[in-house]
């Protein structure tokens, strides 16, 4: 089939391949098309960030097909962005500039707000996706975008803070459950930069990193699945042996595997969510739930080379659940529960799970 790597094979898992590439070419179709993730149903309104987080995904196709048809949807994703960059060198999250969700729905001034002010999360999220570029193609083309946005990013750095500070912005934070959860990407992005910026980035990396694991620290069992579960997975890359068994599995089993809070009891493997507007919402399943607490529970048997948690019979139902999701080529996003409906063709219900199946970030 493909030339996989004995570590391609180590963290595939290859009984889902075929569904996880099939999303992979459903997405990058949507890019190459028009740059930005555009369709009639999804779960809410697409902002910027979902260009980013969609990129890492096909980075992930393209390393185990070499297929330059995922690259070429990220070129097209960057070019979309060198058109929308802020003189600033920030990117705004555009949320829903092309339209509104099935499930949620925004305010015109909202709309307005987001596409006119620049937006932390999106910004420093797209430094891997120029740099994870630039390494996998050769192509340094849009290495000055990145450059842009770095010291535009530089320029909010605050030592006291720990992170970069996001501009006021009071409606945008409203949308967020956890405003504090999306520096998470400020550690993935400047990770990921660190060739184009080592000076700077090796005095800003380790405060950040302290800053998301104070956030990762704060979380209870009212703390949506996949933030809680995202920050675990990308923890457990950057700190010890010690902290990855003494802090976080802890509070993987805990707060994820066994907290009833979010889980569906008529649902098998199901989980409902949580947004800044309706808080805990259990009369709807999410791929993103279900896929943050699988993608938890796989990244640490990754890092630990074992089977701790994918032997188990929760994580099979979880499993389950997500592959039940699948539609003709794609990922259902959410199942309203009344119904007994799967809809949205939402970008987390495309990239989440390929993050899980690849078993990368």
Same mark, same amino acid.
Request: net charge negative.
């Given at each position: 089939m493909f030339n996989l790597t004995d570590e391609?094979?180590?963290?595939?898992?290859l009984d889902k391949l075929d569904d996880a590439l099939s999303a992979a070419t459903f997405l990058a179709d949507k890019f190459i098309e028009m740059g930005r993730y555009i369709v009639d149903e999804t779960w809410g309104p697409e902002g910027l960030l979902y260009l980013a987080e969609s990129s890492y995904a096909l980075f992930s196709?393209?390393? +185990? /097909?070499?297929?330059?048809y995922y690259l070429n949807a990220v070129k097209s994703i960057l070019n979309e962005l060198r058109d929308i960059q802020k003189p600033s060198g920030g990117w705004a999250l555009e949320l829903g500039k092309h339209g509104d969700g099935v499930g949620f729905k925004i305010t015109d001034e909202i709309r307005r +707000? /987001?596409?006119?002010?620049?937006?932390?999360?999106?910004?420093?999220?797209?430094?891997k996706t120029i740099s994870d570029y630039h390494k996998l193609s050769g192509d340094d083309s849009y290495l000055d975008m990145g450059k842009k946005a770095f010291s535009y990013l530089m320029k909010h750095w605050n030592d006291d803070y720990g992170s970069f500070l996001e501009k006021e912005n009071n409606e945008l934070m409203a949308l967020r459950s956890n405003p504090r959860s999306y520096h998470l990407f400020s550690l993935i992005g400047v990770?990921?930069?660190?060739?184009?910026a080592s000076e700077q980035i090796d005095d800003i990396?380790?405060?950040i990193l302290e800053f998301v694991k104070d956030t990762f620290e704060s979380y209870d069992v009212e703390t949506m699945p996949l933030v809680y579960g995202l920050h675990a997975a990308i923890l457990m890359q950057h700190c010890t042996p010690e902290y990855t068994a003494n802090v976080?599995?802890?509070r993987i089993d805990r707060d994820l595997v066994y907290n009833e809070t979010f889980r569906i009891q008529s649902l098998q493997g199901a989980f409902g969510h949580r947004d800044g507007l309706r808080g805990i919402v259990t009369n709807e399943a999410h791929i993103r739930s279900a896929a943050g607490v699988a993608i938890a529970m796989k990244f640490y048997d990754l890092k630990t080379n074992t089977r701790t948690y994918r032997d188990t019979e929760i994580y099979q139902q979880i499993s389950e659940w997500i592959q039940g999701m699948c539609g003709d080529g794609f990922y259902y996003e959410f199942e309203l529960l009344d119904e007994h409906k799967k809809l949205g063709y939402g970008s987390p219900g495309q990239y989440l799970p390929i993050w899980w199946v690849l078993g990368r970030i």
């Open positions: 391609m094979k180590y963290r595939v898992d196709a393209y390393e +185990i /097909t070499k297929d330059e +707000i /987001t596409a006119e002010i620049e937006d932390l999360p999106p910004t420093v999220a797209m430094l990770h990921a930069w660190q060739d184009h990396l380790p405060i976080i599995k802890p």
